[in-house]
């Protein structure tokens, strides 16, 4: 079976891992000479790394592997799904100095799940270290964030990235064209997971291509989006986000704009302009019953500024 390049370029050491901030990654080091870690709150866009440091700092930390409960909040059928499988795990004595429960994407629980987590935490406190990731801060309650370090990771630049990828093609041996890399890059900036995921299913017979039409297995609408903006489509562009979209996805679809701001011009003032017809659009999400229409209002605002 071939392995999976996301696994097999995941930072395994601490080492490994590029921080962007030399005084973090200080701090994680001090947490694994010390053998003790506060509750923990890792932010950031997706792909950036929260999930590996975070396993990163678990290994290094010596964790027994039947001390440490991974659960994605995102995956789970229910708040009290979430709530009886962390309360039946902490509830007995660890094998080692202290259970870990690793809870990623903590912010898709429901702000009366968190109240009911915080509770946990308080209750297991002795016995038990929380690590929570989380997307949108925000959208944590503040009793959680008051009972965790927070730990802000930051996307790298659209530079790096494109180095980063360039990097996994070229050591797996992929014939790369530059065009077709740069719209891997815009459909799927600041996540380098998705995007190691998407060029890995997209490489055949040793060379990068664009999926072929039709073929949803490994295909991003997002890639054929770009491709329409680069060929000044923009109709034809608009049509495809607002039919390929779903309403669960339009914080991600916003955030995704507003990380990508080159497609909306090249210069300051345009890229300004950008900024507030999304921040306009993002704010009428939950205003509004059709997301579609407000999806393709603020596509038509973006495309005028293009």
Not at 73 to 90: C, D, L, M, Q, Y
Not at 287 to 295: G, K, R, S, T, Y
């Amino acid at each position: 079976m071939k392995e999976l390049w996301t696994e097999k370029w995941r930072p395994k050491t601490l080492d490994g891992y590029v921080f962007r901030d030399d005084a973090q990654k200080h701090q994680v080091q001090g947490w694994i000479d010390s053998g003790m870690i506060p509750h923990l709150l890792f932010s950031g866009a997706p792909g950036v790394g929260k999930t590996t440091l975070a396993k990163i700092l678990i290994n290094q930390l010596g964790i027994n592997e039947y001390d440490v409960l991974e659960i994605n909040a995102s995956r789970e059928n229910s708040v009290e799904s979430v709530r009886e499988k962390i309360t039946n795990f902490v509830a007995t004595m660890p094998f080692g100095e202290f259970k870990i429960v690793l809870l990623d994407e903590a912010d898709y629980i429901s702000p009366n799940g968190q109240a009911a987590l915080r509770g946990v935490m308080e209750t297991y406190a002795s016995t038990a270290r929380f690590v929570l990731t989380c997307n949108y801060p925000n959208k944590v309650i503040p009793a959680l964030h008051s009972r965790c370090q927070g730990f802000h990771i930051e996307k790298i630049d659209t530079t790096e990235f494109t180095a980063r990828i360039a990097t996994v093609l070229v050591t797996e041996n992929v014939e790369i064209d530059l065009d077709t890399l740069d719209s891997y890059v815009k459909a799927t900036y600041p996540d380098l997971r998705k995007c190691i995921n998407l060029v890995q299913m997209n490489t055949v017979d040793g060379k990068l291509i664009r999926p072929q039409e039709g073929d949803n297995a490994t295909a991003d609408y997002r890639l054929a989006v770009v491709d329409l903006f680069k060929e000044g489509k923009i109709l034809e562009a608009r049509k495809l986000l607002c039919s390929q979209v779903r309403a669960d996805e339009m914080d991600e679809l916003f955030r995704w704009m507003y990380d990508n701001l080159e497609l909306w011009g090249s210069t300051q003032e345009q890229h300004d302009a950008a900024v507030l017809a999304i921040a306009k659009g993002l704010r009428n999400i939950p205003m509004v019953a059709d997301q579609e229409i407000n999806l393709a209002a603020t596509l038509v605002e973006l495309s005028q500024i293009a």
